[in-house]
């Protein structure tokens, strides 16, 4: 079936550094991924929708210069965490609506980035 | 009041038994609900969809919505230790273009005890 694929799958690097994940739509074109927040013991929290050719849409709340998106091509994603700080470690999900699906999203495996 | 309520628990109940999952929503205008079991550290898996008023039932899964109520439940049947996870509630609004924009209770986290 249809498979999200996020990568990579846990970063842990010093605090200052950029980070960027992937979110990749493997066997289905993706105009539209999410990419949600997740904090320990919390739910999904979405940060921002991310269209294919168009600036991505973010949610309120959610720093645009900090948390880079670009959305490229019809399959790939990317969210680049800009100067990232302890406070910015979380768990990373992205996710694509695939319409000819009966899941109203595919969910990548997520990325865990740990800031030290 | 937050968009999407759930109770965190934990729930535990023993092996065999039913499990109930609550959720209520404030947006009328909620077009789709789903139940999401979530794994630690691990991404949520789809268990149950649900669009229209009534029971929907799908091996020992049973989702109920009352879209008058902003309610929406999930029953686990002969509940397994392996149904030991957390139980998010999600609404969706579908998107111009197709797709739902999804928003996430805080889950609810269930516990099997043998």
């Known amino acids: 079936g249809a498979v999200v694929s996020q990568h990579p799958s846990w970063v842990i690097c010093k605090s200052g550094t950029s980070v960027k994940i992937e979110c990749r739509s493997l066997?289905?074109?993706?105009?539209?991924m999410f990419w949600y927040r997740q904090f320990p013991k919390q739910s999904l929290m979405l940060m921002a929708t991310s269209n294919e050719g168009s600036k991505a849409t973010y949610e309120q709340g959610v720093e645009k210069d900090k948390f880079l998106i670009n959305h490229a091509s019809l399959t790939l994603s990317t969210l680049t965490v800009t100067s990232a700080h302890p406070e910015d470690s979380s768990f990373y999900i992205c996710?694509?609506?695939?319409?000819?699906?009966?899941?109203?999203?595919?969910f990548g495996d997520g990325t865990r980035l740990s800031i030290l | 009041q937050k968009e999407v309520e759930q109770n965190s628990g934990p729930l535990s109940v023993p092996e065999g038994a039913i499990a109930s999952l609550n959720c209520t929503y404030s947006?009328?205008?909620?077009?789709?609900f789903f139940w999401y079991r979530q794994y630690s550290g691990k991404s949520p898996e789809l268990i149950m969809s649900i669009y229209s008023n009534g029971d929907k039932e799908d091996g020992r899964f049973t989702a109920q919505l009352n879209k008058a109520s902003q309610y929406v439940s999930l029953l686990i049947r002969d509940s397994q230790p392996s149904d030991s996870a957390t139980y998010l509630c999600?609404?969706?609004?579908?998107?111009?273009?197709?797709?739902?924009?999804?928003?996430f209770g805080t889950g609810t986290q269930l516990k099997v005890e043998l």
């Open positions: 999600a609404v969706g609004r579908i998107l111009t273009g197709g797709g739902n924009k999804l928003t």
């Open positions: 996710s694509a609506p695939d319409i000819g699906s009966n899941q109203p999203q595919h």
């Open positions: 947006d009328r205008v909620s077009q789709s």
């Open positions: 066997d289905f074109q993706a105009t539209t």
